[in-house]
Structures are given as C-alpha cells and as structure tokens.
C-alpha cells in the first residue's frame, strides 16, 4: 500500500511543509506511509474545523460570546502545525483533538490520556494551557506557552 510517493530523487517522505522522514525498511515504509496518511487526514481534519471559525459572527451562540479574531484563527493554524510535527508519540490520540471556540474569542484544543487532560486556548495575543493531572481539579496548573519547546514539554506530561 503505498499512500504518499518520496520526492523525486528522494527516499524522504513529505508529508507536509516541514515534516519528513525516512523509512530504514520496506516493511516500516508501508507502515508508516499508511500511518502518516491518516495523520495527513487528522490534519487536514482539524486545519478545516479551525477555518470555520471564521464564518462565527458575534454573538454566535446568543449569549453574548465573541467571534475569533483572524489573528487567532492564525495563531491556531499555526499551533496545531507545530502538534503535528513534534511527531512524540506512536499514538493516534495527540492528533484528534477536539476543537472548539470561548466565549472569549479564543480557540481552544482539548486532548486527554487517561485521566490527564490538557487544553489550549489561543487568542490573538498568546497561548496559554490548563493541564489537569486527574480528576481532582484542584491540582490543575495553568501557563504560558512560548514556543515549541513548551509544547514538547507538555506532550510528553500528557503521553506516557
């Protein structure tokens, strides 16, 4: 099953801008190929739901909430990118998160493993996390994500 070609001349596999590998067997190749193909569709998956928001005017749910502002529809693009391509974890479960937006605007990404729960909200201004290491809140931490050295950071807390 081959799903994805290597580029011309190349035994590197592209599978977006930025992201390629190179398979050390055939065996793995096929494996991979077919893996990487449904993380293509997890991405193209979440890509779409993030420019949908685009369409949410205010007011969208008639409570009063507020429509994402490009800039974090952008910042989000962004973010679920760099998800993708940290490429931490044999698992499925980091590439589907659920997606949705604030009352503030903002996008938020939520992804759980086992008990453990982290969500993202991206704003226009910045990326801030909730990470919540089981089901007592009370031990929940929140911050700042700066860049993709806080995002590994906080996979590798949520994967085991």
Known sequence: MNYLTPESGSQNLT???GLSFVPPTANYYTLRTHEENSLQKHLEHSLNAIKQFRFLKKNWDKNGSKNPKEGAISNSI???KSVFELDIASTLSLYKPAIGVSELGEIVFEWWFG???LTI???DRDV??????SKEIYEMEDGVIDDNEDMFALFSWLLP
């Open 115 to 117: 008990n453990k729960k």
């Open 128 to 133: 801030m996390y909730i990470k919540v290491p």
């Open 15 to 17: 599978i977006t801008e």
């Open 78 to 80: 962004q973010l679920i």
């Open 121 to 123: 909200y991206v704003s």
